[in-house]
């Protein structure tokens, strides 16, 4: 079993829609999550990062930890053809190592 | 100002060649790091170095050989490739190792014929 888990997709919405991505977790001492946005053949972006069980917002964007069901969750509201990426989540765990999900290809059909 | 800087952005190298990867950040950050990204996989950590010093060495083979020249600067330098270790590599910095967030550069592509 993977640490962490990610759909791979792809998953395609039509522009404006409010996208939910999630990724489960194995790894009870993980501190910190991360979402990551990377284009084709670009290196990942952060675009946010939570210690946290609850919400976090950045604009759009709304990530989410459950600590209680290892569950983390990424929601983009007015999704728009510039968000078609792949989204990477990741946990750090007790060592400082940034373990990733696998990626969901996302694609926003204008 | 979030930026990693990598150079090359794109390599082609022989199995024979020696080459180097450069990596750049004017952030202060005092930790960086090295990872392979095949593709249509996530980034696997290679190296950490935190305060230039080497921290981790995930068990990568000694044709990669990283080196770390001053807080700002990060190298790797390849040696007698072989055609699987084709990928993105990616550097990253933060700003402490394991308190904060990484930052990553746009990576090289490199190809190994």
């Known amino acids: 079993q993977k640490e962490v888990e990610q759909d791979p997709g792809p998953l395609s919405v039509p522009e404006g829609a409010i996208v939910s991505l999630n990724c489960t977790y194995s790894?009870?001492?993980?501190?910190?999550f991360m979402w990551y946005r990377q284009y084709s053949r670009k290196g990942p972006e952060l675009l946010m990062y939570?210690?946290?069980?609850g919400n976090k917002e950045d604009g759009r964007f709304t990530a989410q930890v459950d600590k209680s069901s290892k569950y983390i969750s990424l929601f983009i509201r007015d999704s728009q053809p510039s968000d078609s990426a792949t989204y990477l989540c990741?946990?750090?765990?007790?060592?400082?190592?940034?373990?990733f999900g696998s990626g969901t290809r996302l694609l926003v059909r204008p | 100002d979030t930026e990693v800087t990598q150079t090359p952005k794109h390599l082609v190298m022989g199995m024979t060649n020696k080459k180097s990867l450069k990596c750049e950040q004017h952030?202060?950050?005092?930790?960086m790091y090295w990872y392979k990204q095949k593709a249509k996989k996530p980034p696997e950590l290679m190296f950490v170095?935190?305060?230039?010093?080497?921290?981790i060495n995930e068990s990568v083979p000694s044709r990669f050989s990283p080196e770390c020249p001053n807080s700002s600067l990060l190298n790797l330098h390849l040696h007698a490739l072989q055609p699987e270790d084709s990928a993105l590599y990616l550097c990253?910095?933060?700003?402490?190792?394991?308190?904060?967030?990484?930052?990553f550069g746009p990576g090289t592509r490199l190809t190994v014929l």
């Open positions: 952030m202060g950050h005092r930790a």
């Open positions: 939570t210690y946290s069980s």
């Open positions: 990741a946990g750090m765990d007790s060592s400082y190592k940034l373990i």
């Open positions: 170095y935190s305060y230039e010093k080497l921290s």
């Open positions: 790894n009870s001492a993980f501190q910190y």
């Open positions: 990253a910095s933060s700003q402490d190792w394991g308190t904060d967030t990484q930052y």
